[in-house]
């Protein structure tokens, strides 16, 4: 790999342009369209009549587990080479998937299509992440990878609530999202072609460890108080008289939020200790699950979903620094895409266990107790750090 535009001292191997970086970090966005449209898709699949509320759980989960199951495959069981035909070819199964997803014939299917595409999507992520695992500078890469993607999701998730779905209903968003994994097609002849090798000796060894599976435990819990709200936002609106139009303006803006806050995570990073942040924003995410809980008004709901988006993607810089520092040879960093994409799967189907009848309050308690336990956990790896230190 060439450079132009970054320094040598930017990396830990290789040596990618800004092209090449920004053309990465793309292809990994399009494989995470679908966090910012899911509650647009699915609230208009369930609206439809597609799904019924438990099977909208189901087609939600299949396909966050299978983002975790081919981001986790593609970054620690293939080799990081042909780095550009991988790209193609994932964005064309996933322009497939998605079409099937369009004209699925029954929640079965929409699962089958829907997993398919999760496995694509998630060999997408790779592809950005093992670049962002090379990069001195992981967690301000890695919030410049967020920001790409979460500024994606908002333009997407406002063209399809506003103009895409009221015209063609939930098939019509499917069908863009395939134009625009055909339109990627060109990108992804611009991202490297070989990535240089991280040393990736005893993989396993590195993650298998009680500081590094503490901390992606962390990220896991963190997620899942995410998934189980975003879920079900529509049907938790409906529960409160916001109607589902409301709820797609309400995405569009949190995802506007999530934007600013990847953002500011971007800026302030280096000056904010991660156990503080992670801590902070644990309370914040508990704060805002138990709004959510107690039947709000329009204007409340707003506000606790306003927050939520801002510090989703705030966090994530935060955690790939958590992450690092459990594991210095950052074979853990490979793996917080799994972390986070299990728990936005796990959340909404053990949140929809909780469910009685169409009383979806259960859901954003169940979100309350998963942001409680992330924060936990991050106590735990603190103590566990110390004693190893202590120790040494």
């Known amino acids: 790999m060439t450079s132009t535009s970054t320094s040598d001292s930017d990396w830990l191997v290789g040596n990618p342009s800004g092209a090449q970086l920004a053309s990465a970090l793309w292809i990994g966005s399009v494989g995470l369209l679908i966090l910012g449209l899911q509650p647009v898709l699915l609230g208009a ?44 070819v994932l964005l064309f199964l996933l322009a497939l998937a998605n079409v099937w997803a369009a004209y699925a014939g029954g929640a079965n299917v929409l699962i089958a299509a829907r997993g398919l595409a999760g496995l694509a999507e998630g060999g997408l992520v790779a592809i950005a992440t093992e670049l962002i695992a090379r990069s001195r500078r992981a967690e301000r890469v890695g919030g410049y990878f967020v920001t790409m993607q979460t500024l994606a999701q908002c333009a997407l998730a406002l063209l399809l609530a506003l103009y895409v779905i ?17 339109a990627s097609l060109v990108i992804a002849f611009a ?3 070989d990535y240089a090798d991280l040393p990736k000796d005893e993989n396993l060894a590195n993650v298998l460890t009680v500081p590094s599976i503490t901390a992606l435990l962390s990220v896991f819990c963190y997620f899942m108080f995410f998934g189980a709200v975003w879920a079900f ?43 503080l942040a992670i801590s ?80 979806f309050r259960p859901v954003p308690e169940f979100a309350a107790a998963s942001a409680v336990a992330s924060v936990a956990l991050l106590g735990l790896f603190v103590l566990v750090a110390r004693r190893r230190r202590a120790g040494s």
């Open 45 to 88: 699949l369930y609206t439809e009549g597609h799904v019924s509320g438990d099977e909208l759980a189901l087609v939600a989960t299949a396909e966050m587990i299978a983002i975790a199951i081919g981001s986790a495959i593609v970054a620690m069981l293939l080799s990081a080479h042909n780095m550009r035909w991988k790209s193609a």
């Open 166 to 182: 009221p015209a063609a209903g939930s098939a019509g968003g499917f069908i863009v999202l395939a134009v625009v994994c055909v």
């Open 191 to 193: 991202v490297p072609a």
């Open 233 to 275: 936002l529509e049907p938790l609106g409906a529960q409160f008289g916001i109607d589902g139009r409301t709820v797609g303006l309400i995405v569009s803006a949190s995802l506007a939020v999530q934007v600013l806050g990847a953002m500011t995570a971007t800026l302030f990073e280096a000056r904010i200790d991660y156990r």
């Open 280 to 359: 902070a924003i644990g309370l914040v995410a508990l704060a805002s699950s138990l709004v959510l809980a107690s039947g709000p008004a329009l204007a409340t709901f707003w506000v606790a979903a306003l927050v939520m988006g801002f510090i989703l993607l705030f966090i994530v810089p935060y955690q790939i620094r958590l992450a690092i520092t459990a594991d210095e040879t950052r074979t853990a960093v490979l793996l917080v895409p799994a972390a986070q994409l299990f728990g936005l799967a796990i959340g909404p189907i053990a949140a929809s266990l909780l469910i009685d009848g169409k009383d």
